[in-house]
């Protein structure tokens, strides 16, 4: 059984850098895959990465590619997510998501373990 916790949230204003990070805690494997995700309100979750924790299969959203980027610290059981030149509609809560199919899926749905979310809020 997995559990996973995000930190690193808070309120910068646009053009800044947060780095989030979504520690794992359980028994992982290396073909495990963490994908972050992302909802504003009013909105959908959204798609914003996935990684397999053995490090050969990623995907990015493409909105999102030339400003986010996922790395893993297996020493640590923790995934980042850093987020550069932040825009107000970055706004969102970003969860960390764990699924132990071996492949960097982009859909919510496969996905069985979430975490609680951390807020991101991004001033104009």
């Known amino acids: 059984h997995v559990q996973l916790v995000e930190s690193g949230g808070g309120f910068v204003q646009a053009g800044a850098s947060l780095r989030l990070s979504c520690a794992s805690f359980?028994?992982?494997?290396?073909?495990?895959?963490i994908a972050w995700f992302r909802q504003a309100p009013g909105k959908e979750r959204e798609f914003v990465a996935a990684?397999?924790?053995?490090?050969?299969?990623?995907v990015y959203a493409d909105s999102m590619n030339d400003r986010f980027t996922v790395s893993i610290d297996n020493a640590k059981n923790t995934i980042y997510h850093q987020m550069n030149s932040l825009k107000p509609e970055d706004t969102a809560v970003y969860y960390c998501a764990s699924d132990r199919s071996g492949r960097a899926r982009t859909g919510a749905d496969d996905y069985a373990t979430w975490g609680q979310g951390t807020q991101v809020t991004v001033s104009s």
């Open positions: 990684v397999t924790l053995d490090g050969t299969n990623s």
């Open positions: 359980g028994r992982t494997f290396s073909s495990d895959a």
